[in-house]
């Protein structure tokens, strides 16, 4: 049940029909498991944590730096040199202490990692790479886990949910194939602050809707921001049978 204090500080969105106290309920039974504390990761945990989600799984294993600060907002000067997940930690006890979290403080390997993402009922890819990326989406398909995907550079994001439970949907491995060895990172090509507070916030919207039950997934679209004109467009993405990560030989 909730109590009187929850039923208070998650008045407003207990108010919309679509999530109503059953909602809330199942979102503070919910576990989530944030892979990246950077400008995607902090908007995902800091809006997860105020919705309620009752447990938030963390995993970073880098440290705060002074050039994160103008985007990762999660984090602030003072913790700068911290690791990325004590440093949000201290930021999501504060601000909502009855949520768990659960610590990952070092690199996710192959064991690691399929644990990690079994021991929950969502996750969201907020890394910075493609080989986390495609170990994240593996992992999620051979433990039919929802997989929240964002992405953001220089003045663009994408944005996708892929959910091995349904048929029909893709993997990000459909979708991106085998990536692009000349892959550039945020330190490297750049990036708008807002832009990946804006992908980040999707991404909790759409974790939200997952594990409330409310409204349509990202599932087999992709949404393209163009943050320079301020224009959004989606593409649909089909399954692919062949994908050698969730093809039916693979299933």
Same mark, same amino acid.
């Given at each position: 049940?909730?109590?009187?204090?929850?039923?208070?500080?998650?008045?407003?969105?207990?108010?919309?029909?679509?999530?109503?106290?059953?909602?809330?309920?199942?979102?503070?039974?919910?576990?989530?498991?944030?892979?990246?504390?950077?400008?995607?990761?902090?908007?995902?945990? &800091?809006?997860?944590? !105020? @919705?309620?989600?009752? %447990?938030?799984? +963390?995993?970073? #294993? *880098?440290?705060?730096?002074?050039?994160?600060?103008?985007?990762?907002?999660?984090?602030?000067?003072?913790?700068?040199?911290?690791?990325?997940?004590?440093?949000?930690?201290?930021?999501?006890?504060?601000?909502?202490?009855?949520?768990?979290?659960?610590?990952?403080?070092?690199?996710?390997?192959?064991?690691?990692?399929?644990?990690?993402?079994?021991?929950?009922?969502?996750?969201?890819?907020?890394?910075?790479?493609?080989?986390?990326?495609?170990?994240?989406?593996?992992?999620?398909?051979?433990?039919?886990?929802? &997989?929240?995907?964002? !992405? @953001?550079?220089?003045? %663009?994001?994408? +944005?996708?949910? #892929? *959910?091995?439970?349904?048929?029909?949907?893709?993997?990000?491995?459909?979708?991106?194939?085998?990536?692009?060895?000349?892959?550039?990172?945020?330190?490297?090509?750049?990036?708008?602050?807002?832009?990946?507070?804006?992908?980040?916030?999707?991404?909790?919207?759409?974790?939200?809707?997952?594990?409330?039950?409310?409204?349509?997934?990202?599932?087999?679209?992709?949404?393209?921001?163009?943050?320079?004109?301020?224009?959004?467009?989606?593409?649909?993405?089909?399954?692919?049978?062949?994908?050698?990560?969730?093809?039916?030989?693979?299933?």
């Amino acid at each position: 049940m909730l109590s009187d204090d929850e039923l208070l500080r998650y008045s407003r969105q207990i108010l919309l029909r679509q999530i109503d106290i059953d909602g809330q309920l199942r979102l503070k039974q919910s576990r989530a498991l944030i892979v990246g504390l950077g400008g995607l990761g902090s908007p995902v945990a &800091l809006y997860l944590a !105020a @919705a309620g989600v009752g %447990e938030l799984h +963390l995993a970073d #294993f *880098d440290t705060v730096d002074v050039t994160n600060l103008q985007r990762q907002i999660i984090h602030d000067s003072h913790s700068v040199g911290q690791s990325k997940v004590d440093s949000s930690i201290a930021r999501l006890t504060a601000l909502n202490p009855d949520v768990k979290l659960i610590a990952h403080r070092s690199a996710l390997d192959a064991d690691s990692l399929a644990a990690a993402v079994a021991a929950v009922d969502v996750v969201l890819d907020c890394s910075d790479n493609f080989g986390t990326r495609e170990a994240v989406n593996a992992a999620c398909v051979a433990a039919r886990k929802p &997989l929240v995907s964002g !992405a @953001a550079i220089r003045l %663009e994001g994408q +944005l996708s949910v #892929f *959910d091995p439970r349904r048929a029909e949907s893709p993997c990000y491995h459909c979708l991106y194939g085998h990536g692009s060895e000349a892959e550039l990172t945020c330190s490297e090509a750049g990036v708008v602050g807002p832009l990946v507070g804006l992908v980040g916030s999707l991404q909790a919207l759409e974790a939200l809707k997952l594990l409330a039950g409310f409204g349509e997934p990202l599932v087999g679209r992709l949404m393209l921001i163009d943050a320079l004109t301020s224009r959004f467009r989606e593409l649909k993405v089909k399954r692919d049978p062949g994908c050698s990560v969730c093809g039916a030989a693979h299933e």
